[in-house]
């Protein structure tokens, strides 16, 4: 290296306190200048030497390699809520196939995906003559179901009504709110009243919708799953949600100290299409029920294996040749077709292609099989729950707890709106 050439090195590469943006500035002029060169420009300084080009290129690869990268802090972001689901069964001691497949079923899935809360409507129970002991035993079974079924306590609250007080007291704020002639309207209370014997008809029969708006409306719930036999309360309860921000929200809300706009958040139904009506096994055009008055109707879950295949042997079947859906003139066809297709977990087609051509008698054995299957884990999985009574409670205070505190903050809202005194 000549004298020029190493002056210049020293110059612009070396001492260990040199910045790289010196070295990069150093290089890109003598680069120019050996543009200039090229092109016949005249300069007074001669051509650098391409040892140095090399030492200083080397120089600058390595101090850029060892400088530290700038570490990057992304912004702040607000963690996005996960939409809210709420959903509750009455208790019976003997959850059937409808329950399951037509709700708890899609709980399961839905738990992933949404914030969930769960409960046993003891409430909604006593709105029709009851045995108190049955009561009590079956609103544990119930929950101990909702367990064996899959309902993930780490995902899901699961509790119990009356265990949260805000269900009536909510209740009876809408009630204020609510026309009687709504109530009137509802297409269960006049078939439950009629059955009931119209003026015998307890008041909580007309009332109950009320109660089902407060729990759905008192979570601020997003989405509530339903069956098509439960949309009209669904309804109901949006109307209700309408009504009373109309009423109490809005600036009026806040000139008595509250944040103002919307009191309720207005909830949309979750209509699975697969399994959300399960139908009477004795009757296809009939939905499976707990009321109906012969236990042949339904398959309930805990069912033992020959109670399942002699309830499917002699349920409800037609005279036609072969297996389709959707023909409505084969409702029993329609209906146990789709109970195979979920417990099996086939799709449509894979169930249509598999019983377009059987018998009744080729396809009964088959389903039986499939429905025990499906169930026998659940079955082991209650019993497990069922002999641990401590921690069966546990659940249950947990889940009150976490559903009061949300709903704790709806009820002061709503009364701060409607002028009580707080």
Same mark, same amino acid.
């Given at each position: 290296?000549?004298?020029?050439?190493?002056?210049?090195?020293?110059?612009?590469?070396?001492?260990?306190?040199?910045?790289?943006?010196?070295?990069?500035?150093?290089?890109?002029?003598?680069?120019?200048?050996?543009?200039?060169?090229?092109?016949?420009?005249?300069?007074?300084?001669?051509?650098?030497?391409?040892?140095?080009?090399?030492?200083?290129?080397?120089?600058?690869?390595?101090?850029?390699?060892?400088?530290?990268?700038?570490?990057?802090?992304?912004?702040?972001?607000?963690?996005?809520?996960?939409?809210?689901?709420?959903?509750?069964?009455?208790?019976?001691?003997?959850?059937?196939?409808?329950?399951?497949?037509?709700?708890?079923?899609?709980?399961?899935?839905?738990?992933?995906?949404?914030?969930?809360?769960?409960?046993?409507?003891?409430?909604?129970?006593?709105?029709?003559?009851?045995?108190?002991?049955?009561?009590?035993?079956?609103?544990?079974?119930?929950?101990?179901?909702?367990?064996?079924?899959?309902?993930?306590?780490?995902?899901?609250?699961?509790?119990?009504?009356?265990? /949260?007080?805000?269900?009536? *007291?909510?209740?009876?704020?809408? +009630?204020?709110?609510? !026309?009687? =002639?709504?109530? &009137? $309207?509802?297409?269960?209370?006049?078939?439950?009243?009629?059955?009931?014997?119209?003026?015998?008809?307890?008041?909580?029969?007309?009332?109950?919708? /009320?109660?089902?708006?407060? *729990?759905?409306?008192?979570?601020? +719930?997003?989405?509530? !799953?339903? =069956?098509?036999? &439960? $949309?009209?309360?669904?309804?109901?309860?949006?109307?209700?949600?309408?009504?009373?921000?109309?009423?109490?929200?809005?600036?009026?809300?806040?000139?008595?100290?509250?944040?103002?706009?919307?009191?309720?958040?207005?909830?949309?139904?979750?209509?699975?299409?697969?399994?959300?009506?399960?139908?009477?096994?004795?009757?296809?055009?009939?939905?499976?029920?707990?009321?109906?008055?012969?236990?042949?109707?339904?398959?309930?879950?805990?069912?033992?294996?020959?109670?399942?295949?002699?309830?499917?042997?002699?349920?409800?079947?037609?005279?036609?040749?072969?297996?389709?859906?959707?023909?409505?003139?084969?409702?029993?066809?329609?209906?146990?077709?789709?109970?195979?297709?979920?417990?099996?977990?086939?799709?449509?087609?894979?169930?249509?292609?598999?019983?377009?051509?059987?018998?009744?008698?080729?396809?009964?054995?088959?389903?039986?099989?499939?429905?025990?299957?499906?169930?026998?884990?659940?079955?082991?999985?209650?019993?497990?729950?069922?002999?641990?009574?401590?921690?069966?409670?546990?659940?249950?205070?947990?889940?009150?707890?976490?559903?009061?505190?949300?709903?704790?903050?709806?009820?002061?809202?709503?009364?701060?709106?409607?002028?009580?005194?707080?």
């Amino acid at each position: 290296m000549d004298s020029e050439t190493a002056i210049r090195f020293e110059h612009f590469g070396s001492g260990e306190g040199r910045h790289r943006h010196g070295l990069t500035l150093s290089l890109s002029r003598v680069i120019r200048k050996r543009e200039k060169l090229k092109n016949g420009a005249r300069d007074s300084l001669s051509l650098p030497h391409p040892l140095f080009l090399q030492v200083l290129s080397s120089r600058l690869q390595h101090q850029i390699s060892q400088t530290p990268k700038p570490s990057f802090s992304p912004p702040n972001q607000t963690k996005i809520p996960m939409k809210r689901v709420v959903s509750g069964v009455q208790p019976t001691g003997s959850i059937h196939l409808g329950n399951y497949l037509g709700a708890i079923k899609n709980w399961v899935a839905l738990q992933d995906t949404y914030e969930t809360l769960f409960f046993i409507v003891d409430l909604h129970a006593i709105t029709l003559p009851y045995d108190p002991q049955e009561l009590r035993k079956a609103t544990r079974d119930t929950a101990a179901l909702y367990l064996a079924c899959g309902v993930d306590i780490s995902k899901a609250s699961v509790f119990v009504q009356s265990h /949260v007080r805000a269900h009536v *007291d909510l209740m009876w704020l809408l +009630s204020s709110s609510t !026309p009687i =002639g709504w109530l &009137q $309207k509802m297409t269960q209370f006049k078939e439950k009243s009629r059955k009931e014997g119209g003026e015998n008809a307890s008041v909580s029969l007309l009332t109950y919708p /009320v109660l089902m708006a407060a *729990d759905i409306l008192l979570y601020k +719930s997003d989405f509530v !799953p339903v =069956g098509e036999d &439960q $949309k009209q309360h669904l309804e109901l309860a949006r109307d209700l949600a309408q009504r009373v921000n109309n009423l109490y929200g809005g600036r009026k809300w806040k000139k008595l100290g509250g944040r103002g706009g919307s009191i309720f958040k207005i909830p949309e139904p979750l209509i699975p299409q697969v399994g959300a009506r399960v139908m009477s096994l004795t009757d296809g055009r009939s939905k499976m029920s707990k009321s109906a008055p012969s236990d042949q109707s339904r398959i309930n879950l805990l069912d033992s294996k020959d109670l399942i295949a002699d309830k499917i042997k002699r349920c409800k079947t037609d005279s036609f040749v072969g297996l389709e859906y959707d023909n409505a003139e084969r409702p029993e066809c329609n209906n146990l077709l789709s109970v195979y297709q979920i417990v099996s977990g086939k799709t449509k087609d894979e169930v249509m292609e598999e019983c377009k051509d059987m018998s009744w008698g080729t396809f009964k054995p088959l389903l039986t099989d499939a429905v025990v299957e499906h169930l026998s884990p659940i079955q082991v999985r209650y019993q497990e729950i069922t002999a641990e009574s401590a921690y069966l409670d546990k659940v249950l205070t947990e889940g009150a707890d976490k559903a009061t505190e949300i709903a704790e903050v709806t009820i002061r809202n709503l009364k701060q709106a409607m002028g009580f005194y707080i």
